[in-house]
């Protein structure tokens, strides 16, 4: 049932029940009030009643025809129960039942009677200064009933074109105000994923209509945006995966051609080899960054020395920051504890010293520092390169992002370490920040929030880790 046809159905049963309760309320206010009216009026002839006193001596009954509609009959019956006077229609015959006739010498007796499918109201009480004597007035409610039937028609006939109205009404309310979502829904039907960015038209109406087609297309340009960056993705990865695979189908053909020596099968194994790795490499960055998208990347907390974590980083460069000529330190506080996940913190720090070690110039210094900012663990790498181009920096997080002098570096990688390293600083809840340091060279931190960890265990065996590092690094 559509929205329309429901709300005009609710109205509808809403606006009968409430006139249906409002009306019964009027007829019971009205049937009461005039059947007070009534009573009143029985008791005053009752009042009067005396008046129909037979004389002194007189036996006979006062007779007469049927009582006309609204008119008051009074009979005045004596102690053996027989009708001694009243008004002209009073007939002989009592109209209280003998147990009546006793109840009301004792006191008033008020009922409603049906004869003859007519309704009738009779008031009796004990007649005034004559013992035993009973005064009866008696009152058809012909008129009053056919005055409530005749309301209540009237009534339903009203309540049966104010329901039907409201239905109507609803129906035609709920459609104006549902036919701008009926328009979005036609729009957004219509849209194909490639004009989605266009979105719908936003009524200026200012209200929960305009608001949700303002949502929608705020959705729809966060699904366009995304798609567009989805799409830029696969086309950077089907890039870089290109330029190795080329690579190494060369070597392997050149490697396959007749007369090749011994030597120059070796050399192109070994640069097919180097391919591999990068094709690996390039392939485990992918679905990394595809899991941390889906939120796959849990970092693993665990309490971890920081200084001994930095200086296994510094391990890992040592080779490659001998070969450069640079040197490696880290800077961190005796008994920095945090938890963190060791696991992912060391790649993203050995990311980083990858990227200090291709751009600092031989002779200079490579520094990992570690400080604690309240609770925040912040951890930094910088060198005394070039630094980044400072147009660069706001994407350097980005995958793929490179600056184009980077692009045409032969030893230059994808664009994926720093965007790991970022997704590494999300997984522990913090972020990633990059900058060029004033006095020349690049520094990019990670700053994870709350990871501090003060508890008293941490103060074991730092203090020795931190030198230690520091100096062998500086040894070679
Ligand atoms: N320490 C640095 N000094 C100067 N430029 C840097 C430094 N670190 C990174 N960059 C620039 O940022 C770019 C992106 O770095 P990122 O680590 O994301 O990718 P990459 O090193 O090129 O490739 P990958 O890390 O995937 O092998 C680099 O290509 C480089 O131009
Ligand atoms: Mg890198």
Do not use: F, I, M, Q
């Given at each position: 049932m559509s929205i329309r046809l429901r709300l005009a159905v609710v109205f509808a049963i809403a606006s009968a029940i409430v006139y249906g309760l409002g009306s019964w309320l009027f007829v019971s206010e009205l049937a009461s009030s005039q059947q007070g009216t009534i009573d009143s009026q029985l008791a005053a002839q009752l009042a009067k009643a005396g008046h129909y006193l037979p004389r002194p001596g007189s036996a006979a009954p006062t007779t007469g025809g049927a009582p006309v509609p609204g008119e008051y009959v009074v009979q005045l019956i004596d102690p053996?129960?027989?009708?001694?006077?009243?008004?002209?229609?009073?007939?002989?015959?009592?109209?209280?039942?003998?147990?009546?006739?006793?109840q009301a010498r004792l006191g008033r007796v008020l009922r409603t009677s049906s004869v003859e499918g007519e309704r009738e109201r009779l008031l009796a009480a004990p007649l005034k200064n004559h013992p035993?004597?009973?005064?009866?007035?008696d009152v058809?409610?012909?008129a009053l009933d056919s005055t409530l039937s005749h309301v209540i028609r009237e009534l339903l006939i009203a309540g049966g074109v104010l329901v039907v109205g409201a239905g109507v009404g609803a129906y035609g309310l709920a459609r104006a105000?549902?036919?701008?979502?009926e328009r979005m829904r036609r729009e957004v039907a219509g849209l194909s994923e490639r004009d989605a960015a266009t979105g719908v038209r936003v009524p200026h109406t200012r209200d929960e209509i305009a608001a949700l087609a303002t949502t929608m297309n705020l959705l729809l340009s966060r699904l366009q945006g995304a798609l567009a960056r989805q799409r830029a993705l696969v086309a950077d990865a089907s890039h870089e995966l290109r330029t190795p695979f080329a690579v190494l189908r060369g070597e392997l053909e050149l490697a396959g051609r007749p007369g090749r020596s011994r030597d120059e099968l070796a050399a192109a194994v070994v640069r097919a080899g180097?391919?591999?790795a990068r094709l690996t490499r390039l392939t485990d960055q992918l679905l990394f960054l595809a899991r941390s998208d889906e939120?796959?990347?849990?970092?693993?907390?665990?309490r971890a020395d920081i200084g001994q974590l930095l200086a296994r980083c510094v391990d890992h460069a040592a080779t490659r920051a001998r070969a450069a000529g640079l040197g490696c330190q880290v800077d961190a506080p005796p008994g920095l504890a945090a938890r963190v996940d060791p696991d992912r913190v060391g790649e993203a720090v050995d990311n980083l010293v990858d990227n200090a070690l291709r751009f600092a110039p031989s002779g200079t210094s490579i520094t990992i520092s570690a400080r604690a900012v309240g609770q925040d663990l912040t951890v930094e790498v910088s060198d005394s390169g070039p630094g980044f181009p400072e147009q660069f920096l706001p994407h350097a997080f980005e995958r793929f992002a490179r600056p184009d002098s980077s692009r045409a570096r032969r030893d230059g990688g994808a664009g994926l370490g720093l965007a790991i390293v970022s997704a590494i600083a999300?997984?522990?809840?913090?972020?990633?920040?990059?900058?060029?340091?004033?006095?020349?060279?690049?520094?990019?931190?990670?700053v994870l929030p709350g990871a501090v960890d003060r508890s008293p265990s941490g103060h074991t065996?730092?203090?020795t880790c931190a030198t230690t590092s520091r100096s062998r690094a500086e040894e070679r």
């Open positions: 053996g129960g027989r009708v001694r006077g009243g008004s002209a229609d009073a007939g002989a015959a009592p109209l209280l039942s003998p147990s009546e006739l006793r035993g004597w009973v005064a009866v007035a058809s409610l012909e105000a549902l036919s701008p979502v180097e391919e591999a939120d796959r990347v849990p970092a693993r907390l665990e999300h997984a522990h809840g913090g972020r990633a920040e990059a900058r060029n340091r004033p006095g020349g060279g690049a520094l990019v931190a990670l065996g730092t203090a």
